[in-house]
């Protein structure tokens, strides 16, 4: 079996086991559409099938049980598995065989594209769906009963609004609208001139099909008017609009005014139509997402009636004492203003309360979540001063002031008694990984375990050769382990050796193991797992970081990142952790000279290159993410790699790296590079994390215009390591200034705080939260630029939460009840 096709095996048995309940992987069967896709296509099966599968997964948490154990036996027809063929169904629930098929393959073809868009795009831009551990809205109860309660929604309508995340009331309330079309703003067809582009209100007057004489297509013709005029709507070979279209309609047309022969026409329209009654009412109205075969119509009726019938009946959570002090808007009125807005004034106010509850609800679980967790009993570890400077004395350099003070941090929540829950955030090249490995010194010294998680096999190999030499080096008599007790765990590892390490770590022989998110989704077990770490924390869910803790009995936590977070959103995000923060560097470095060059000067920067390796040093050149997708990706760096070794570097060694080669490849070539059996690196983003290569001084950046500044500083802290002047040279794709004028605080800047503030601004929370971050991307209305807000609610929070930490007193039972259901309690985890 090929491995792509074996990991499925695996998984799809373990689901089976955990009765279809989405368990087998964390974060759900349908993170495997960000992975598997490449695997499969590495392994050759064709896109066809691999399309087809990653569609069923991409659907699998919406099914029901038995559709679930339907649509993985179809994968496993579809992939010829043998073993997964025929599941055995799920417990206390018989198979619905229509139903169920219906719900699998008739929604197949057309998911497919749009499940593989979706795909792509969900590697850069926040996800749209709600997954498991996301925050739900924040309804108290009641309103969870299935959409069909709606007149007008049957079996076959709710199949439809359940491939919109739609399936309860509440669902339906909280399905905000994309956009409002303002019939405030309408024109009339008298002042209407060409080549605008305008929303008007008209009847139907009259509507023909024809033949064209000499093009021989149809032509179908429609003339409207209003109270000023009329004007010809047009379109070709599109006859079906006579289907919908009847004389004396009320539409809302939106097109451009175009002119045939010399008069006004609009050529294709959108046009929709339209209940006087609601316009009457409502001016501006809402305009939602849809899926296939559902109209606007249609939902924007269905959210009427839930929003009439259900806004009105809910109670307000929060209190009334925070509502009148921070001058908030009721949420009935907030659901049925956001729905349908009597102006853009309460409009605004709706949107305000809502991101208001959002932040509220956010801020209360991170405080109850570090609540709880300060009142865990925690292993104690203490070590003497003595012990720990002799620790420190064998490292060949000297702790910076920063590293002192986070391993006193660290020291403190170890003998403290309770776990420790603490966020290092520290610029790249601080010098983290050190002060980790001290960490987890003082707990294996005590006999206890240490799973130390990284998000790539390379950054987990590097840590692994780090961590053995710092804990166990020969030389040194301090050691505190011994070579064979540190182990590396990846998916690669082969299938003996990993047996070999679980057998260790389950009879507590291994002492610490290194490895990628493989220490959660295999069979991991260990005897007395005491500290987790966790590098680069941004590049994994809240889940797997979770998943891993699980693993031992309240053991210590130390969560990484290089990547700077505003303070405010810091405080909401990571406010259930203790933050730690290295801001300073080791002695001895040189701020990277970062420079933006355009494509005409390339010639320049081969030439600093050639100067810089005959210097003894080595470069980095990075390549993109182009639009289409991976492969493209690769293939921009593959074409590249052999372009500069033929043509431009023949006298040296170009490495080519990129996400399409096998684990072991990545590594050897990491390894050569590392070696200095190549002189160049040309790389697509996959060197962004961790890796450290301090003789390399040379970054470029191809492409720089397509990434962001949080991800360009990561680049640019892959050189400047060692003591030697270092470059970074971004190269825009053109000279456009203004769409450049970004990369211009690259130059200006090598604070990565600032250029965290940059993006947040400019591109939203999801560039530095990660994709990966998932739950606070998905904030509907809140907009975690919004420092003001979000201070506002957080403080709002606090003030409750100090008064009443357990919200036991009675008129804090209902934000209880919502902070329950906007943190359900097994998902509750939000470390
Ligand atoms: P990051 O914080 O980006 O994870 P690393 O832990 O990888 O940084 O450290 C970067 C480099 O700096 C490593 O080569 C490490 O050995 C070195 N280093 C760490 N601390 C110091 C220090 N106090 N003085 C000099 N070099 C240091
Ligand atoms: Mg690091």
Known sequence: MQRSTEKLYKIFKLEAEFNYSNKAVVGG???????????ARADGLSEDVIQQVISLLDQYPSLDTSARAEALTKIGQILDIAGIKHLPLPNNEKSSQSRIQQSVESSQPEATQATQKKNRRGSTRKRTSTSAALPQSAMPQGLEVSVTTVRGIGQKQSQLLAKLDLHTIEDMLYYFPRRYDDYSKLRT??????????????????IKTFTTRNKKRKSTQAIVSDSTGSIQLMWFNQEYHMRYLRKNMFLSISGKIE???????????????????????????????????LSQRWLRRMIHNVVTNWAPKISDFITEYIIEDAALMDLSTALKEIHFPENTSSLKKARYRLAFDEIFLMQLGVLKQKYEWTNLDGRVFDISDDWLIDRVKFLDFKLTDAQIHVLADIRQDLASGHPMNRLLQGDVGSGKTIVAALGISIVVKHGAQGAFMAPTSILAEQHYFNLKRLLANKEDDGAVLDKKDIRLLIGDTPAKEREEILAGLADGSVKLVIGTHALIEDPVVFKDLQIVIVDEQHRFGVAQRAALREKGHNPHLLVMTATPIPRSLALTIYGDLDISIMDEMPAGRQPVETHIVYPIERERIYTLIRTQVEEGHQAFIIYPLVEQGDNEESKAAVEEQARLQSKVF??????LLHGRLRPDEKETVMRKFRDREYDILVSTSVVEVGVDIPNATVMVVEGANRFGLAQLHQFRGRVGRGEDQSYCILIPETSDAAENERLLAMESTNDGFILAEHDLQQRGPGEFLGTRQSGYTDLRCADLTDVHLIEKARNYASQVFDNDPTLSAPEHQRILDALNHFWPSEEGDVS
Do not use: C, F
């Open 29 to 39: 069967l349908e993170k495997l559409t960000d992975t598997w896709g490449g695997e």
């Open 189 to 206: 067809i008298k002042n209407l001139t060409y080549g605008e582009e305008v929303t008007i209100l008209a009847w139907v007057k009259s």
């Open 259 to 293: 002119q045939y022969m010399g008069r006004l026409v609009m050529y294709h329209p959108d046009y929709e139509q339209v209940d006087k009654q609601q316009l009457h009412t409502n001016r501006i109205v809402p305009v939602y997402s849809l899926t296939a075969r």
């Open 650 to 655: 023949q006298n040296l060694n170009a490495g």
